[in-house]
């Protein structure tokens, strides 16, 4: 267990632990991709697997092997030590209706938060081997290659992309609309990997409803790392402390803040 | 040039040239997947790029020097020899949205029809490198495995994919909420890949609108020859003498017919 002083070092620690946790994560996912994993349904109506409480587990026991004193908050159990000054947060199978499906959009979202702010985050797609990391004022990489989000200010120029649009209801669901008919195309069925490409420039906006933490914490340190920025939909930064369920990532800031308009 | 008398014989000669096909779309599409390819508007509102257009003419050069006298329509120019026995039905990228997004659930797809009747389909992922293939009369593989669609009679249990709401408009739109109420799961994005998908036995059910027949006449030997059932939403068999525009296709022919009734 490494010393906690700051600088470059702790950080490379935490960087190394969170790849191999997401290595892990593939060990478990890939062998059970597309084998028509038996599913249940939790008291919410998402879908749960054997796999994503397979790889949950897991986490959790890696992180604790190297960090017993974090905290951990992950999709598919109870949240342990959220007092602490790191916590990890982690979704096993983000997208768990494309990989029931077997459409591999589906990842791995591992995150580690200090004092509330997301400071290191991974997005893994296993089946096709792609791994988003970013980490607090680095550049944001896609298997080791920067990635870097796209300039488009204008929203009828836009790309927007949000995992369905039943995650939008009452106000939302009208506000969505607005927005739908503004941008120059809508993309659904997108899940974490929307927010991969938007840090590597193919998409322009994502804009999602109805989110947990363990949904969109990995996403802010690689989409602040490629250039965008990505807030909640009253434009607040996402911290651990809020209880943010709706998100706004762009490419472009001017985009983010006529999104953010359409939006109110 | 082989000689046309029926037999394995022809169909065999076919398949060579239909997988060349596919592999010639492969080597046009990988290099220019996510290199930020220029999109034109076309006249009616769905993109095109240079991409699509040079697959599609390599496309109809190596069946023009395989079959001179068969006739070819493809999404991108305008038809030939329409009134030829053999004709094939060509869409460079399916999904080309997605491939502009760098989301690989696009896919080039290949169908063979003889007196309108389609008699051969392949729908090739070219990121992935996944290839299904449909022959009358054969079992469907996918990458040469055999693939088989899985039993859901109830739609209550179904898994139902569409690529986006916005296909469906005034009555149809009605008719497919009142489809999304009655099934388990909708899942948008998902393009020729959820037939694909379909006839693997991960997805239950695909009902679409909007439709050209080079969308869908790859998928209709595939999914045949899979166990499923593919139709308009009349139920009416899918042929180059009909106009349809409006797809379902299912796995289980009970699912099919609660599918029709719902959409009726």
Redesign the interface.
Known sequence: VPPYEDGENYLEHFITLANRLADAAREIILPNY?K?TPVEDKPDHT?VTAVDRAVEAELRRLIWLAYPDHGIIGEESAPCQTDAEYIWVIDPIDGT??F??????FGTLIALTREGIPILGIIDQP??GERWLGVQGRPTTLNGARADT?TCPDLNRA?L?AT???MFTGSLATNFHRLTNAVK??????DC?AYG?LA????DLVVEADLSPYDYFAHVPIIQGAGGIITDWAGRTLTLHGKASCVVASGDRNLHRATLDLLA
């Open positions: 597309r028509h879908p209706k494309a029931l499906c077997g459409i591999p959009v089946v096709i796209k790309t992309c369905t649009p039943e195309m809508t993309r659904y069925g997108t990997y490409l590597s420039g193919f998409v």
